[in-house]
């Protein structure tokens, strides 16, 4: 049609030797998505179960952060070998991100504790037990708020 001559399918119209097109695909169901992340999850919560342990317990407090993180980043390998390889920033890279702070915040956290009752009086341990339950119920709400943003996001899009 571009060779009939200047203007011949009208001034809006121009010629080009590629098409593009956009083929919105949805998938129906949360199966796939709940076998790559339930692991996540689990990782996750068994971050934050940390808080509930006394401070003065050093290994078990740490190791099940540590734990967590080797599971998170396990959970990543096996996300990551399962999906098609993307070169942008996916929601699976997103969510794990957010696992790796809730993580690395109990270790902090256990950190700042253990440093608080090393002092070793009764009031530091009060205070530690309620910088605990504080930053559970926020680091909490924190991981499932900004994950089902995200994920929100990704099924907006």
């Known amino acids: 049609m571009c060779g009939l001559g200047p203007n011949a399918l009208g001034p809006s119209w121009r010629c080009s030797t ?4 956009e083929l919105p695909l949805h998938r129906r169901g949360w199966g796939s998505f709940l076998k790559l992340f339930g692991g996540l999850a689990v990782a996750v919560a068994v971050a934050l179960t940390s808080y509930f342990i006394r ?6 407090r740490f190791g099940l952060c540590v734990g967590s993180l080797f599971a998170a980043v396990a959970s990543q390998y096996v996300v990551a070998s399962v999906l098609p390889e993307s070169p942008t920033f996916t929601l699976a890279d997103r969510l794990h991100l957010v696992a790796f702070a809730v993580v690395l915040i109990g270790i902090v956290q256990s950190a700042v504790a253990l ?8 009031e530091d341990e009060r205070l530690v037990q309620r910088l605990d339950r504080v ?4 680091v909490t709400t924190l991981w499932l708020g900004v994950s089902a943003l995200l994920v929100y996001q990704a099924r907006a899009s």
Request: avoid cysteine; proline fraction near 5%.
């Open 18 to 21: 590629r098409g593009t097109f």
């Open 55 to 60: 401070a003065k317990e050093v290994d078990p």
């Open 115 to 122: 440093h608080y009752l090393s002092r070793d009086t009764e």
């Open 135 to 138: 930053t559970f119920a926020l």
